[in-house]
């Protein structure tokens, strides 16, 4: 092969699945972007839980790896056959690849413009989480004023995005926290009753006549997947998004005769994001809701790109709240 030298870039690399110390900084090559695709120079990256997943081994990805698919940046090459997109326009996404480093690829259907007014910061805590919170409120259980609804993490990235939109739909929220502050936040954010873990379901009854709630959108999973099912009303729903305490083991359905003809579904982003027109939807009503001052999106956590591994350690000890960022 022809020795031309390549420009390279830093990027995090993982060698092989393990701990957050796996994350190491390096110098890689800027890659080209293939047919259909953008090259972004990244000025902000999100963190999301999946990466915590991804690179301990919990989820099968290859290694070397670099996570991320979300971040916010300016184009800085166009692959063949892009239309529509150009170099210097201002884009976000949450379907990219490699983004905890300094330039990241896209398929150009899958960048959303950033409108003005929005900074790359924000633009780079939204499309992940907001459009996940946009679809499990108006797809997974559209709910509304005649829903008591129960979330919990209230006080994380998705949890504050959750509450907010659930309040504008009207409504009622109770959320679980795991400490004063993240009780605060999650008051800020609009729900109504905020609870400690401990013994959720009795206090989930006590605050509905006994009846139970309508909805559970459960991110957390292995911990409070139980507790979930017995905060149910007959015929509730529990959307089980996530596993931030572990997976939720092998479930036998018959428990959803006993607890009372319930559902449950275990949705995921990229299946709501089928068409472009879908990803239009969701993601010009969560920019626009910013954009209005409807929805506020906390920055719990900025970090050098170099410090990705510590971004991990304090998202999966529950150190964080709303949006982790990277930046390189
Ligand atoms: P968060 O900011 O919500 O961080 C996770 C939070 O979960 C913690 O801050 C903590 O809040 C709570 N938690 C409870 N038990 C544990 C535990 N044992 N270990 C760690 N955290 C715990 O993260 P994200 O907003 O990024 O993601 C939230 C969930 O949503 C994750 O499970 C993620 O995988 C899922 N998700 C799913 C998507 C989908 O489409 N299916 C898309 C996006 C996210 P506290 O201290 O208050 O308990």
Redesign the pocket.
Known sequence: SPRTAKATAKAIVAAAPGGPEVLQLQDVEIPSPGPGQLLVKVAAAGV???ET?ERSGTYKVSFPFTPGSEAAGTVAAVGEGVTGVAAGDRVAFCEGAGTYGQYALVRAEAALPVPDGVGFEAAAALP??GM?AHYLVNSSFKAGPEHTVLT????????LLLTQLLKAKGARVIT????DE?EALARSAGADEVLR?EGFPEKVRGLTNGTGVDVVYD???K?TFDGSLASLRKRGMLVL??????QVPPFDLQRLNAGGSLFVTR???ADHLLTPEERQWRSREIFDAVLAGRLDVRIGGTYPLAEAARAHED????R???K?LLVP
Do not use: E
């Open positions: 999301n839980f999946i997943y992940l989480q996940t919990h993490a209230g006080a994380g990235g998705v949890g679980t926290v795991s400490s993240k873990y991110g957390v999973g911990d998004f996530g596993g931030a305490s572990g949705p995921k982003l998202l999966q000890a529950r964080t709240t709303g982790v």
